[in-house]
C-alpha cells in the first residue's frame, strides 16, 4: 500500500480544484497542446505517406522497374524476354521501342515521347491499361498506325479519339525536293490519364508500328521488367543482365526516379521533426505546471517529509501529475489523430463540394484529392515520442520537489 502511496497523492493533485486557477490553465493547455500536437503529427505523416504511396503506384507502374537494353536493337527479344522472365524477382516482361518527336494538329505542335508497346503484354508491366479514359490499349493494331494520347497532351493539341495528328520524327529523308523530316500520319484511338507530367508529354504506338518508324526491323530498343520488389531493382537488374548471352546492361528506376522519392523522404523526415517542436512546447508546459505546484504545495510536501516520506516518494508522486497529463494527452492525440488520418480524404472531397473550390489541380499534380495512409509504425513512434518528453518533462520540477527541507518549508507557515 505504501508503495501505491505517490500514484494515488499524485492522482489527487491532479483532480484537486486547485485555489490558484492559473496553474489549472497552464495545465489544460499543456494537455490541449500536447492533443493537438499528436493528433497533427500523425495526420501530416498519414498524409505525406499518402502522397508517397500515389506517387509510387502511379509513377513506378508507367516507369519501368528494370529495364535491358543491348548495345543497338535487340533483335532477338522473345528469348531474351523468356529469359529474364524465368527470375524468381520478375513480375512480367514486355519489349518497347522508345523515341522523341513531335507531334501536330491544326497548327499546334507539341514535344513528345514516343513509346512502342504490344498491348496483350503491356497489362503485365504497367498501369496504363487501369486509367484509360477512351478507348483500350487493344484498339492499337498493327498496320494501323493508331496512337493514344495523354489527357493533357490531347488537350493541348484540341484533339479527341477519332481525330488524326501527325507525328514528325527528329531525323531527316533526302528527296528530289531537298532534305525533309519523316512524317507520318496517326489516328487517335484512346486516351489515358496517368498524371501531370505522364500526360503532357507520352504517347504509345503499336510495336510493330514503331519498329517501322525507326526502322528497326523485327527488332526492340529494350525489355521491361515488373518486379515483385521494387526495391531490388539494381540487384535483380545485374543479376539478369550478367546471365544473359550476349552484352546486355540494365537500368532501374532508381536512376530516372530515385531522386524523387529521396526527396519525399526527406520532406517527410523534416516536417516530422518541426511538428515534433508543436509536442515539445506542450512539454515545457508540463514543467512550468509542475513547477508552479511544487511552489503551491510546499507545505504539503514538508508535512509528507515529517511523517516518513522520502525524497523519492515525493519525486514520484509529482512524476505521477505530469505523466498524467502526458498520458490523457498522448491517448487523447493519438484518437483524434487516426480519427483525422482515416476521413481527411472524405472531408476535404466535402469541403471543396460546398465551397466549389479544388485545392489540387490534376492540371498541376499527379492527383486531384488529398491521399492518407495511416501506418501503425507512425501512431507508435509519435505516441512514444509524446510520453518520452512527458516523462522527460517531469524530471526538474520532481527533483526540485525532492530537494525541498520540511523546516525551511514550514517556517514561514
Known amino acids: 500500500m505504501y508503495r501505491m502511496l505517490p500514484f494515488f497523492i499524485g492522482l489527487r493533485y491532479t483532480r484537486a480544484k486547485r485555489r490558484n486557477h492559473f496553474i489549472s490553465f497552464i495545465s489544460m493547455t499543456a494537455m490541449l497542446g500536447m492533443i493537438l500536437g499528436v493528433a497533427v503529427l500523425i495526420l501530416v505523416l498519414s498524409v505525406m505517406n499518402g502522397f508517397d504511396r500515389e506517387l509510387r503506384e502511379r509513377i513506378l507502374g508507367m516507369v519501368p522497374h528494370v529495364s535491358l537494353?543491348?548495345?543497338?536493337?535487340?533483335?532477338?527479344?522473345k528469348s531474351v524476354t523468356e529469359a529474364a522472365s524465368q527470375d524468381s524477382e520478375v513480375v512480367a516482361a514486355a519489349p518497347f521501342i522508345q523515341g522523341q518527336g513531335m507531334l501536330t494538329h491544326a497548327g499546334t505542335v507539341h514535344g513528345v515521347l514516343v513509346s512502342g508497346i504490344l498491348p496483350e503484354w503491356e497489362h503485365g508491366v504497367s498501369i496504363i491499361g487501369q486509367h484509360m479514359l477512351e478507348g483500350e490499349l487493344e484498339d492499337l493494331q498493327a498496320g494501323e498506325f493508331g496512337i493514344i494520347l495523354g489527357e493533357l497532351l490531347a488537350r493541348s493539341l484540341r484533339v479527341s479519339k477519332g481525330d488524326k495528328v501527325t507525328l514528325v520524327l527528329p531525323e531527316a529523308t533526302a528527296s528530289p525536293a531537298g532534305i525533309l523530316p519523316r512524317l507520318k500520319r496517326f489516328k487517335i484511338q484512346g486516351i489515358f490519364k496517368v498524371g501531370a507530367q505522364l500526360d503532357s508529354n507520352m504517347a504509345l504506338v503499336h510495336l510493330t508500328d514503331a519498329a517501322k518508324l525507326y526502322r528497326l526491323g523485327e527488332g526492340v530498343h529494350g525489355i521491361r521488367l515488373k518486379l515483385k520488389d521494387l526495391f531490388k531493382a539494381g540487384e535483380v537488374g545485374w543479376r539478369i543482365a550478367s546471365a544473359l548471352p550476349g552484352r546486355y546492361w540494365a537500368s532501374d528506376w532508381t536512376r530516372?526516379?530515385?531522386?524523387l522519392f529521396q526527396a519525399i523522404k526527406l520532406e517527410k523526415t523534416m516536417i516530422g521533426l518541426l511538428l515534433l517542436m508543436i509536442v515539445a512546447v506542450a512539454a515545457?508546459?508540463?514543467i512550468s505546471t509542475l513547477v508552479m505546484v511544487v511552489t503551491d504545495k510546499r507545505a504539503d510536501i514538508a508535512i509528507l517529509r515529517t511523517m516518513g516520506a522520502s525524497p523519492g516518494t515525493i519525486m514520484a508522486t509529482f512524476m505521477v501529475q505530469?505523466?498524467?497529463?502526458?498520458?490523457?494527452?498522448?491517448?487523447?492525440?493519438t484518437l483524434l489523430g487516426t480519427i483525422l488520418a482515416l476521413s481527411v480524404s472524405d472531408v476535404v472531397a466535402w469541403l471543396e463540394r460546398t465551397l466549389n473550390i479544388q485545392f489540387l489541380s490534376s492540371d498541376v499534380y499527379f492527383i486531384s484529392y488529398i491521399p492518407s495512409q495511416l501506418l501503425l509504425e507512425d501512431i507508435l513512434i509519435v505516441a512514444s515520442s509524446a510520453l518520452g518528453l512527458s516523462f522527460l518533462a517531469t524530471l526538474y520540477p520532481s527533483l526540485r520537489a525532492a530537494k525541498i527541507q520540511p523546516a525551511e518549508a514550514l517556517r514561514y507557515e
Open 69 to 77: 537494353h543491348s548495345n543497338g536493337s535487340i533483335q532477338d527479344w
Open 284 to 286: 515545457f508546459n508540463i
Open 322 to 333: 505530469g505523466a498524467v497529463i502526458g498520458v490523457i494527452g498522448t491517448l487523447l492525440g
Open 256 to 259: 530516372s526516379q530515385g531522386n
